[in-house]
């Protein structure tokens, strides 16, 4: 027996945002999973109708919180059930950014309610979302500029308070605001070629004739998309793996570490492995790579994508990799740790409201943890490489100052041929990258030697 039933446009999305925090996925990764669930003709154009809706609500989350709350005197959205918080919050994105008819917005929401939940709250969300529609954002942004200067910031740009605070700390209050406004600015692409399949010139001959305009780059094999017709997910050479999708910053890794053929490599938190795949291409597929991460599904991934792109000398493991220890010791390692991701929040929009201050203390320790393993695993005169997506020094310099004081590494001074310097007094022997400042993730390398 096979049983259909309607779902709206506005119940996908709300599913996805509600998975985002509920399991804490991907935006993209919380998409693919509802639209397995979905079949029929217009499939493709909702999928890209709700990825664009779930990636503007993530990106304005604060800023429409702001306005519920303000509405809501007293209790706060984050107080309601998460599912109708999402709804809401819809309703909100419809008619205050994307300037959708306030009834009709407000119509397709409370209906959804009515038949998810009940008459009560239907009419609950009905006078909520009248009141948002005679909300004056402009008048209220100006009173809390005057009482709390951080707090309206924060709404403004929508980023969390202590991004705002760490970031006016890092770049004084100018800076801070040019990059949250890029944080804020559509996500730019970069690609990198596969030396096994092609060379750069073709592949930027190739992208050329297929209306995808190009730019060279500071990194020899990245090239940067200007515009394109067709998403170049959907070219021929990207599907054979002539050509990854991968951020500018991250594909400078695998240039500071510097492989050489026949070495053995281990990359203590691999998945989805572009910057394995990169060192794996830079040594043509000799030596060995093994390749830890403690995510099996991501793993899987990885395993998928290896074969398109002709790897074949990585092993993938799945341990922790804050204990992983093999038999042998490496040549080089690369830590591209996990981390608070606040370098990403113009590529990631929703990790922005992952990580609160408890949070990210506790991913130090795991990056700590994974400096001293790193150690244990590497052979003396051997180089590896640290980096993050995090714009904080707790994250990147204060641990680089750990591995050289309490680990035993020594900081290795690599001539960086673009980025900017880093904090405190290890600061110019680091790589920074900044989205305002260089299109691409904020980023963090260090290349640091065991003696
Ligand atoms: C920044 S991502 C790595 C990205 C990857 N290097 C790349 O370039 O595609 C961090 C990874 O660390 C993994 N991870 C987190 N904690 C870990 C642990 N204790 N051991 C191993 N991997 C871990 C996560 O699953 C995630 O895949």
């Known amino acids: ?199 750069i010139d073709s592949l930027a001959d190739y992208l050329e004739e297929h209306n995808v305009r190009v730019a060279r780059t500071l990194v020899d094999d990245v090239l940067k998309i200007l515009e394109y017709e067709t998403p170049i997910t959907r070219l021929e050479w990207y599907k054979q793996g002539h050509f990854v999708i991968q951020d500018l910053a991250s594909a400078y890794v695998a240039h500071v570490l510097s492989p050489e053929k026949d070495e053995r490599i281990l990359d203590l938190a691999a998945a989805p492995g572009s910057k394995t795949f990169h060192v794996a291409h830079l040594m043509e597929n000799t030596g060995e790579i093994i390749a830890v991460d403690y995510s099996m599904e991501r793993l899987n991934k990885m395993r998928e994508k290896m074969k398109a792109l002709g790897v074949t000398n990585v092993k993938l493991v799945h341990a922790d990799g804050m204990k992983f220890k093999d038999k042998e010791e490496f040549d080089r390692i690369i830590l591209d740790a996990p981390c608070s991701s606040s370098g990403t929040y113009r590529q990631f929009p929703e990790v922005k409201w992952r990580f609160d201050e408890r949070k990210i203390q506790r991913v130090i320790q795991v990056q700590k943890a994974m400096l001293r393993n790193a150690y244990r695993n590497l052979k003396a005169g051997g180089d590896m490489t640290y980096s993050t997506c995090s714009i904080r020094i707790d994250e990147n310099e204060e641990n680089v100052r750990y591995a050289i004081n309490k680990v035993g590494f020594e900081l290795v001074d690599y001539p960086f041929s673009w980025g900017e310097k880093g904090f405190t007094e290890i600061g110019d022997k680091v790589f920074r990258a900044w989205t305002h400042l260089h299109d691409c993730n904020s980023f963090f390398i260090a290349k640091l030697r065991k003696e």
Do not use: C
């Open 1 to 199: 027996m096979e049983l259909f039933y309607r779902i709206t446009l506005h119940e996908l999305i709300a599913d996805i945002l509600t998975l985002i925090d509920e399991r804490e996925l991907s935006s993209k990764n919380a998409l693919e999973r509802v639209f397995k669930r979905v079949s029929g003709r217009d499939r493709e154009k909702a999928r890209g109708l709700a990825h664009a809706y779930v990636f503007e609500i993530e990106k304005w989350r604060k800023k429409i919180d702001f306005m519920v709350n303000s509405v809501l005197k007293g209790s706060k959205i984050e107080d309601l059930d998460l599912y109708l918080a999402n709804l809401i919050r819809i309703g909100v994105f419809e008619m205050k950014f994307k300037g959708v008819n306030p009834a009709i917005a407000t119509d397709s929401v409370v209906r959804v309610v009515k038949e998810r939940y009940d008459q009560s709250k239907a009419r609950f969300v009905n006078a909520l979302l009248r009141e948002v529609e005679g909300f004056n954002l402009e008048k209220a942004l100006k009173k809390l500029k005057e009482k709390d200067r951080i707090e309206y910031l924060s709404v403004k740009f929508s980023h969390p308070r202590w991004y705002v605070e760490y970031a006016i700390e890092l770049l004084g209050y100018g800076g801070a605001v040019r990059l949250m406004l890029s944080n804020n600015r559509a996500q730019r692409y970069y690609v990198r070629v596969n030396p096994l399949k092609t060379d």
